[in-house]
């Protein structure tokens, strides 16, 4: 559990959104977050918990919920209707009672700064899928995970960390590095200019996107639906 201590008004909501993001990009059962010591000093910026929520729930697909015994912050949650997608809890030993972990498999590796990187980055997808029974999924996971290798070495200095999970009716491909700045998607390109590839993986991914990691990194992920 994480708690928010200070003000939330219009100067410190980008922070507190961006810090949340960035805790669940590397959390791995669920954020539970205490709000206790958190002012609300703008009702109607609490709804980037709900913001939050949503996110998360689609990637890295992890329970998010807050923790208040105030029964002050606990009417504005409600009156905002933040506690209808976010669940609040009045102490954490209630929260983590809740069985509302998703079950999840997950299989990680370092990607070598290699000449055969992308070649064993794909080796590796197509021995998880194996192993996990969704060989339908292989060949886009496959593209996936070499776009997202690739354009972590020719754009960065880091070492590629491969990871993929299975969750639920989704599996998630990502690729983690050390650079702050985030994948993009670049129009009017030559085919032979790289990041055509972002093309495809929005193709064929249900989302994708680029989270920054507590690291000072960046998680580039795409979920690609199971069924």
Same mark, same amino acid.
């Given at each position: 559990?994480?708690?928010?201590?200070?003000?939330? $008004?219009?100067?410190?909501?980008?922070?507190?959104?961006? =810090?949340?993001?960035?805790?669940?990009?590397?959390?791995?059962?669920? +954020?539970? !977050? %205490? !709000?206790?010591?958190?002012?609300?000093? $703008?009702?109607?910026? /609490?709804?980037?918990?709900?913001?939050?929520?949503?996110?998360?729930? $689609? #990637?890295?697909?992890?329970?998010?919920?807050?923790?208040?015994?105030?029964?002050?912050? @606990?009417?504005?949650?409600?009156?905002?209707?933040? %506690?209808?997608?976010?669940? +609040?809890?009045? %102490?954490?030993?209630?929260?983590?009672?809740?069985?509302?972990?998703?079950?999840?498999?997950?299989?990680?590796?370092?990607? $070598?700064?290699?000449?055969?990187?992308?070649?064993?980055? @794909?080796?590796?997808?197509?021995?998880?899928?194996?192993? *996990?029974?969704?060989?339908? &999924?292989?060949?886009?996971?496959?593209?996936?995970?070499?776009?997202? /290798?690739?354009?972590?070495?020719?754009?960065?200095?880091?070492?590629?960390?491969?990871?993929?999970?299975?969750?639920?009716?989704?599996?998630?491909?990502?690729?983690? %590095?050390?650079?702050?700045?985030?994948?993009?998607?670049?129009? =009017?390109?030559?085919?032979?200019?790289?990041?055509? =590839?972002?093309?495809?993986?929005?193709?064929?991914?249900?989302? #994708?996107?680029?989270?920054?990691?507590?690291?000072?990194?960046? !998680? /580039? *992920?795409? &979920? &690609?639906?199971?069924?």
């Amino acid at each position: 559990m994480a708690s928010v201590v200070g003000v939330l $008004d219009r100067t410190t909501y980008p922070q507190l959104r961006d =810090g949340l993001l960035e805790f669940a990009a590397e959390s791995e059962h669920g +954020v539970l !977050i %205490d !709000i206790e010591r958190l002012e609300l000093r $703008d009702h109607a910026l /609490v709804k980037v918990f709900s913001l939050v929520a949503l996110r998360v729930g $689609d #990637w890295p697909a992890i329970p998010f919920a807050l923790v208040t015994s105030r029964p002050e912050q @606990r009417a504005v949650l409600a009156a905002t209707g933040v %506690d209808r997608c976010v669940p +609040v809890y009045a %102490d954490a030993e209630t929260a983590e009672a809740e069985p509302v972990r998703p079950p999840r498999r997950r299989a990680a590796r370092v990607v $070598d700064r290699t000449a055969r990187a992308s070649a064993g980055a @794909r080796r590796f997808v197509r021995g998880t899928c194996a192993r *996990w029974g969704i060989p339908n &999924l292989t060949e886009d996971a496959e593209l996936v995970a070499t776009e997202f /290798v690739e354009n972590a070495l020719r754009h960065t200095e880091s070492v590629p960390r491969l990871r993929l999970e299975l969750r639920g009716g989704a599996l998630a491909v990502e690729v983690a %590095d050390e650079s702050p700045r985030p994948a993009v998607v670049r129009e =009017g390109l030559d085919p032979a200019e790289a990041g055509l =590839g972002l093309r495809m993986v929005a193709k064929v991914a249900k989302i #994708w996107g680029s989270s920054r990691s507590r690291s000072g990194g960046k !998680i /580039v *992920w795409a &979920l &690609l639906p199971r069924f």
